[in-house]
Structures are given as structure tokens and as C-alpha cells.
């Protein structure tokens, strides 16, 4: 708007304010749940209750994504190991009777049952000297990403980065 110099602008202001939807006043109550209980919080109570929760989500997703991964990297590890002794682990599956007694006599050799069930579900075709680079390859990249989520669960500072650029990119 444009007025003259004279005019009064506060009065112009007030009746704007009056007569438009420039200014409208909402009530409400502003209840959240903070550690399982309702309660009624201000705006920094809010904002902080929601960050408490962005950090939970943070960390159990975090220990969620570290237990498969170690998982993972303990069937790789028995694969690997597998490689290194296929005629022996080849002829402890022939002398077998079925699934469950070529299970039992890899554990013998010294693998354990997840590592022995990684064994049998693997296809012969797997083990070529290109899949055990990828096997490698892929046993440092989840060496990489434990490491990463232990940081995150073991430092708050590093799980604050996280939320702050969950945050950012939520922007």
C-alpha cells in the first residue's frame, strides 16, 4: 500500500487488522504424548518431545540394521571359509544322508548352523573365483556400515548428525 506522508499508519493498520483475515487468532490445546503419557506442552516442550522420538527411531533402526548386518557378514565369513576348503565341505555334503545330517557335519568342521544353512542354500555357480571377489567385496561394505552404526549407537553426538541431516533433508 501506498499512503501519503501525512496519513496515519497506525490507524490504517489497526483497521486492516479489524476488517481482513490479516490477523486471525486460532485456540487450541496442544497435547502430545511424552514418554507414554498425554500431557500438555508449549512449543519448545513439543519440539523437543519430537526429537527425543527422532533419536529413538534413530537408534532402533540403527541396532535393527547392525543385527542383520552382522548376521550377514557371519554367513559371508562362513561362505569365504567355505571357499577355502570346497573339497573338503563337498565331500562332508556327498557323505550326507540328507539336509539336516549335512547341517550337523558342517558344524563339525567348524562352521556354525547359520553359516552351514548359507552353505547348502548356495548354488555351485557362486563359488567362481569372480563370485568370492564379490563375496569379499561385499564382506567390506558391511564391515564398513558396522562400524558406521556402532558410531551411531555408541556416540549421542554422532546420532545428533544423523538427525540433523534426516531434518535437513525433511526441509
Known sequence: LEVSKTADTDGILSFFLKKTDLQINYHFNMVTIANN????????????AFLEHR???????????LDRAQARLHELEGLIKAVDILDEVLATIRASKDRGDARANLVTL?????????????RLVRLTGLELKLLKAETRELKKLVKELKAILADP??????????LW???
Open 110 to 122: 567348524g562352521f556354525t548352523e547359520l553359516q552351514a544353512d548359507a552353505i547348502l542354500d548356495l
Open 37 to 48: 503419557t498425554p500431557k500438555l506442552m508449549g512449543l519448545k516442550g513439543i519440539l523437543l
Open 169 to 171: 533433508e525433511l526441509r
Open 55 to 65: 533419536r529413538s527411531v534413530i537408534r532402533r533402526r540403527s541396532q535393527y540394521d
Open 157 to 166: 553426538a554422532v546420532c545428533d548428525a544423523v538427525l540433523g541431516k534426516e
